[in-house]
């Protein structure tokens, strides 16, 4: 199986700061790649070079559209990069505000994205709108609220299903559940790893969340100041860390 992102050399400092030293990594169609470490580590810095947000100083990320045919990612247009984030590529933001259209209802939202990708007929894009609110778990009888009057939790859930309502190949996630309430996080971890087996997408998840590393991702990459110190499946980096600072990170989350 071909790789649907690729990423080699990929190289950022901030200053004096390497926040991307020498990284390198594939992304599997259908599977869950976890990327964490402490703050200050690279990895939200990744997940933006990633993603085509932000420009390397070196390296290359390359991506496989449908056909087989490879991109570099950084060479695209911003028409043509804005446009594969609107078909084949999701971003899930840690705040929902920035994912979503704060003075458009809960149902235009999602009705959006499918227009986007070519949806014209309004009583369809409505039914799947509702249908997409049901299976984030948000009442479809508030369709035409406007999210503002949703709790963080249901505005991450919107930011979710607005972002997968075109069922896009490649899903970039940053820290989905910060910021939220224990309680809400489990129940957002739980619905996340449905959908994302559901649908059979690939993710790449940036967390500093180590149970919820574990419960989503197939793999899972370790930085720390820029680099991937550790990579491998996920249960196996964390069960037997080779690396001294994964140790270090696995042994913070048994002591909490």
Known sequence: MSALLEASGLALRFGAVPALDGVALEIFPGEVVAIVGESGSGKTTLL????????????????????????????????????????????????????????????????????????????????????????????????????????????QR???????????????????????????????????????????LAVVIVTHDIAAARLLAHRLLVMRRGQVVEQGLTDRVLDDPQHEYTQLLVASVLAA
């Open 48 to 155: 933006r070079v990633l993603s085509g947000m932000m420009r390397p100083e070196a390296g290359e990320v390359r991506y496989r559209d449908p056909e087989g045919g490879l991109h570099v990612v950084h060479e695209m247009g911003e028409a043509e990069l804005r446009r594969l984030h609107r078909t084949d590529w999701g971003f899930v933001h840690q705040n929902p505000r920035d994912g979503l259209r704060m003075r458009v209802s809960a149902g235009g939202n999602i009705g959006e994205r499918l227009m986007a990708v070519g949806a014209r007929h309004y009583g369809n894009i409505r039914a799947e709108a509702a249908e997409w609110l049901r299976r984030v778990e948000i009442d479809p009888a508030r369709i035409d609220d406007m999210p503002a009057l949703f709790s963080g939790g249901m505005q």
């Open 158 to 200: 919107l930011q979710i299903a607005r972002t997968l309502v075109t069922r896009p190949r490649l899903v970039f996630m940053d820290e989905p559940t910060g910021g939220l309430d224990v309680s809400v996080q489990a129940k957002l971890l739980d619905m996340i790893r449905a959908l994302v087996a559901d649908l059979g």
